[in-house]
């Protein structure tokens, strides 16, 4: 079955960098936008990145334009979330999100990974 | 930026009895050339990811108990469980991607037993 495994999160301190990653399996994950959506602690949901199929395409929300960038590598069927300047507000688990539709990245999410935990703290 | 507004925030419902949870968007988020509302309603428990119960406003994903339903179009949905079970104590959201980016969701709504 559809399988979507991050890794990478961890303490790091204001300022600093930190790439996550995110381990598909049990689709072809060539086919599939991708996105990345955060939850602070005790917060709600809020969408932080997507990437076209081919990665030619990517948005950000306003809150991580300039600082974040997603990526991904077909041929490793992962997907990356680089994170740089983090600050305080960036705390929280990560979680990477397929979309249902081929060769596009829109629509809802589903599946979702377990999630990776960043806390930027000094 | 579409946003999406839930209501109510928290509410306590007791086992066996409906609990509706309602979500209002700032603009429709209905396409009118395929008639379809652009809407999906998310479970999440406690140390859990979100799950997805219900997209398109009202099409139910396979697998999802018929308890939960979902409705309405436009700026207005609603989603419903009938017949609560403990299992269905969670937070949930609603999220529009009809007008992206940015994908957006409500603020969540937490449903807990009375």
């Known amino acids: 079955q559809v399988q979507l495994v991050e890794s990478g999160g961890g303490v790091v301190q204001p300022g600093r960098s930190l790439t996550l990653s995110c381990a598909a399996s049990?689709?072809?994950?060539?086919?599939?936008?991708m996105h990345w959506v955060r939850q602070a602690p005790g917060k709600g949901l809020e969408w932080v990145a997507a990437v076209s199929y081919d990665g030619s395409q990517t948005y950000y929300a306003d809150s991580v334009k300039g600082r974040f960038t997603i990526s991904r590598d077909n041929s490793k069927n992962t997907l990356y979330l680089h994170m740089n300047s983090l600050r305080a507000d960036d705390t929280a688990v990560y979680y990477c999100?397929?979309?249902?539709?081929?060769?596009?990245?829109?629509?809802?999410?589903?599946?979702w990974g377990q999630g990776t935990l960043v806390t930027v703290s000094s | 930026d579409i946003v999406m507004t839930q209501s109510p925030d928290s509410l306590a419902v007791s086992l066996g009895e409906r609990a509706t949870i309602n979500c209002k968007s700032s603009?429709?988020?209905?396409?009118?050339?395929?008639?379809?509302?652009?809407l999906a309603w998310y479970q999440q428990k406690p140390g859990q990811p979100p799950k997805l119960l219900i997209y398109w406003a009202s099409t139910r994903k396979s697998g999802v108990p018929d308890r939960f339903s979902g409705s309405g179009s436009g700026t207005d949905f609603t989603l419903t469980i009938s017949g609560l079970q403990p299992e269905d104590v969670a937070v949930y959201y609603c999220?529009?991607?009809?007008?992206?980016?940015?994908?957006?969701f409500g603020q969540g709504t937490k449903l807990e037993i009375k």
């Open positions: 603009q429709s988020v209905l396409y009118s050339s395929n008639n379809k509302n652009y």
């Open positions: 999100a397929q979309v249902p539709f081929l060769e596009w990245f829109g629509g809802w999410f589903d599946p």
């Open positions: 049990g689709f072809t994950f060539s086919n599939y936008g």
């Open positions: 999220q529009q991607y009809y007008s992206t980016p940015p994908w957006t």
